[in-house]
């Protein structure tokens, strides 16, 4: 088939017909916490516990319901770079000089 041909197609099946421009900007969006969190594996319990988010507001950020602060996306943003160092430093507590 040629492109044309697969475009027509998938925009005459109404089960399977690819997302309009409109309908794709309308679309809820998934919480960067609940794609990080899945991708590590972890429950919410287990992510909030390991990470130290109060499970109350991992559980508000995951519904929709509150979006993390600047802060708070800096900090999923250093999880989703490396959580192993994250959790590390967590566990690690701080520094004596």
Do not use: N
Not at 68 to 80: C, E, K, N, S
């Amino acid at each position: 088939m040629t492109d044309e041909q697969v475009h027509a197609a998938a925009m005459a099946d109404p089960d399977a017909r690819p997302m309009t421009d409109a309908e794709f900007a309308d679309a809820p969006r998934v919480p960067r916490a609940r794609t990080l969190r899945r991708a590590l594996g972890l429950t919410q319990e287990e992510f909030a516990a390991r990470f130290h988010i109060p499970l109350g507001t991992l559980r508000d950020w995951e519904q929709g319901r509150a979006e993390p602060d600047q802060t708070a996306r800096a900090y999923l943003r250093a999880i989703a770079g490396d959580a192993e160092a994250v959790q590390h430093a967590l566990s690690a507590g701080p520094r004596r000089g």
